[in-house]
């Protein structure tokens, strides 16, 4: 089954309703301290790699929510702007997540070219955020929570 696709404005209902439901916030360990709703916890889907000026994709991304997240519970993925999101959220799905959401517009929003909104993002609509990004929530905590040790390398 494919992931639904939510705006902000249902994420927050969501995570406001409903006790169950983990937003994962799948932008950089760096992007997520610098302000993320309320309550999520963050997993990247992509480590920043500074050679290429690139993310490439985080190995252990799945083997963190497995370890995270029990394979039945409701899911939020949410990133800056949306295109993240849905590429985590898909292969969520496709790794027997059976209910998933992503969020189009994200924390900062998204814009087109010439800078209008599209869609607009969980700061811009001055929705709870957190700086918080310690045990439990960070996304150091939760590799050493699934046995991940070790930083992955960065490839060229």
Known sequence: MAPEQIDVKQARDIMESDGETVYIDVRTEQEFAEGHPRGAINIPIGTPNPLMQRLDPNPDFLDVVRASVPEHTPIVV???????????????????????????????????????VLAPGWRHLGFPESREAGEGTGYSSLRKKAG?????SVSS
Not at 87 to 115: C, I
Not at 148 to 152: C, I, L
Request: glycine fraction near 18%; include cysteine; charged fraction near 20%.
């Open 78 to 116: 949410g990133c800056k702007a949306g295109p993240r999101a849905e590429m985590a959220a898909t292969l969520l799905s496709q790794s027997g997540y059976p209910k998933v959401r992503w969020v189009l517009g994200g924390f900062h929003g998204m814009t087109d070219g010439l800078g209008n």
């Open 148 to 152: 991940k040790t070790q930083e992955p």
